[in-house]
């Protein structure tokens, strides 16, 4: 848990960085352009390795998201146990269909990235709004969507334990 908290606090953008590589490579491809070895392909390629040798200790610890969705449960557990209410979970029947949700995500950002979509999409990632939230600045009205998709997520982070990392990850798809 501290590991978490202090990758939480001090290194929340590890996540959108290596995400970003992911983003770029698909773009430039789609472009017709060179991938160049940049900042955001750099971190992507080092947290693959890492991943393949150590296993999956980057969600498990570094990953910011997988942190909050952790706390984001445990708080809606504690809270059960106070009111004395048995938690919301999904279906085991439902676990085993929803964990393959995370390729189409992958696939789905791939495909706008490729065909330069995504660059026109702002406003609708999750993933952008949590980063202004960890940044301590506020998104504005352009981002309706993406702050609509984060708070399903967070609803979706109280009924399942690292639900955001089990169904929707697409770094997740990628390790």
């Known amino acids: 848990a501290l590991i978490q908290v202090l990758y939480f606090l001090f290194i929340p953008s590890v996540y959108t960085a290596a995400f970003a590589g992911v983003k770029?490579?698909?773009t430039q491809i789609g472009a017709g352009e060179k991938v160049a070895v940049t900042s955001f392909v750099t971190v992507l390629v080092v947290i693959c390795i890492y991943t393949i040798l150590f296993g999956r200790f980057f969600c498990g610890f570094a990953c910011a998201f997988g942190t909050l969705g952790d706390g984001v449960h445990a708080l809606y557990v504690w809270i059960c146990k106070k009111m004395k209410k048995k938690p919301l979970q999904i279906a085991d029947a439902w676990t085993e269909k929803l964990c393959y949700l995370k390729y189409i995500v992958l696939a789905?950002?791939?495909?706008?990235?490729?065909?330069?979509?995504?660059?026109?999409?702002?406003g609708t990632s999750p993933w952008d709004v949590f980063s202004m939230l960890t940044a301590r600045k506020l998104p504005n009205a352009s981002y309706k969507?993406?702050?609509?998709?984060?708070?399903?997520?967070?609803?979706?982070m109280c009924t399942q334990e690292r639900f955001f990392c089990q169904f929707l990850c697409p770094m997740g798809a990628v390790f």
Request: hydrophobic share 65%; aromatic share 14%; glycine share 10%.
């Open 24 to 26: 770029y490579i698909f």
């Open 108 to 122: 789905l950002i791939s495909i706008l990235c490729f065909t330069g979509v995504y660059s026109k999409a702002k």
């Open 145 to 156: 969507i993406g702050i609509i998709l984060l708070v399903l997520i967070l609803i979706g």
